[in-house]
């Protein structure tokens, strides 16, 4: 019906029914070419290999993803706060630091994963609403408690939050670790700094823009002691990095090529060669120095050579 009458249709969570998958492929695939020209189909999922890649290739993809690095994750968790909530809190000065440390846990926790093993031996997909619901918790726990409940933060964020997607025993250990690195009376004393350099702490009291500054004031590149691993470390998480785009791009190849068509190889190499017709012939070194010499009354050719 909806094709006919130019209805929309969404699909959500794709990847909880990878029985279905193949069916939507072939419904797809048989849609109609004179199909109602405002009609629709959203799909929704989360990365999954069980995904049709025809359905990838022959459609609109949009992603939503956390920002790539500290610095970037930071900042769009405090652009995501609302600057009268932000002082509406009984304790503002303790609501503040430990809302940085929160925010700082949650990208601490989110880009460990690009370090592969070395950072949790089972990657997992924590989300914007895990830090929602912990802001949520947090100010409520500073409102109706004199004395800050420190084992209750700890317990709700490392143990239901976030601990309630960690499936194994040794990711749950460590993620508790890291929180106590944030969720700890110490980050409410402007000295305590959350690497060796001093480079990452939490910023003294102020206002909503105060923080902001502070995080553009962050490395763009995360270091790695900020995660408790050695410097080699990068390395991995490059390597990582590059190997998870090269092979994103090669599952989106075509796996089979029509009786007359190029296969993917003879593609990629035609578009080389053309790409190196277009691109200018190299410079004749010789002939220059021999037309522009270096002399003590052009200093310009010396820069030219």
């Not at 020209?37 to 069980?50: A, G, V």
């Not at 991995?236 to 998870?244: D, G, Q, Y």
């Not at 190849?253 to 190499?269: F, H, N």
Request: with cysteine.
């Amino acid at each position: 019906m909806s094709v006919q009458d130019g209805k929309w249709v969404i699909l959500q969570n794709c990847h909880l029914a990878p029985s279905f998958m193949p069916t939507l492929e072939r419904k797809i695939e048989l849609l109609p070419p004179d199909s109602h020209e405002d009609y629709r189909m959203w799909l929704t999922t989360m990365p999954s290999d069980k995904f049709p890649v025809s359905v990838l290739q022959s459609g609109i993809k949009l992603t939503n993803e956390p920002p790539k690095g500290l610095k970037n994750n930071l900042m769009r968790s405090f652009r995501g706060i609302d600057a009268k909530k932000f002082e509406e809190c009984e304790k503002p000065a303790e609501y503040k630091k430990l809302l940085f440390g929160l925010s700082f846990f949650h990208a601490h926790v989110q880009e460990r994963k690009k370090f592969g093993p070395l950072g949790w031996n089972i990657p997992y997909e924590f989300s914007a609403a895990d830090l929602a619901i912990s802001m949520s918790q947090l100010k409520i726990f500073l409102d109706q408690y004199a004395d800050i409940p420190w084992d209750a933060l700890n317990y709700m964020v490392a143990e239901a939050n976030y601990g309630g997607r960690v499936t194994d025993p040794m990711d749950r250990r460590l993620i508790k670790v890291i929180l106590r690195d944030f969720y700890t009376e110490d980050i409410l004393d402007d000295s305590y700094k959350f690497s060796p350099s001093g480079i990452y702490k939490a910023p003294s009291e102020g206002s909503l823009d105060h923080y902001r500054e502070f995080i553009k004031t962050l490395p763009y590149n995360d270091l790695p002691e900020v995660f408790g691993l050695h410097e080699n470390a990068e390395m991995s998480s490059a390597i990582n990095e590059t190997n998870e785009l090269l092979q994103t791009a090669l599952s989106l190849l075509p796996r089979i090529t029509s009786g007359g068509g190029m296969s993917s190889d003879q593609i990629i190499k035609e578009k080389c060669a053309q790409i190196l017709e277009r691109l200018p012939k190299p410079f004749d070194t010789d002939a220059a120095a021999k037309m522009h010499p270096v002399k003590y009354e052009q200093s310009m050719n010396t820069v030219l050579q």
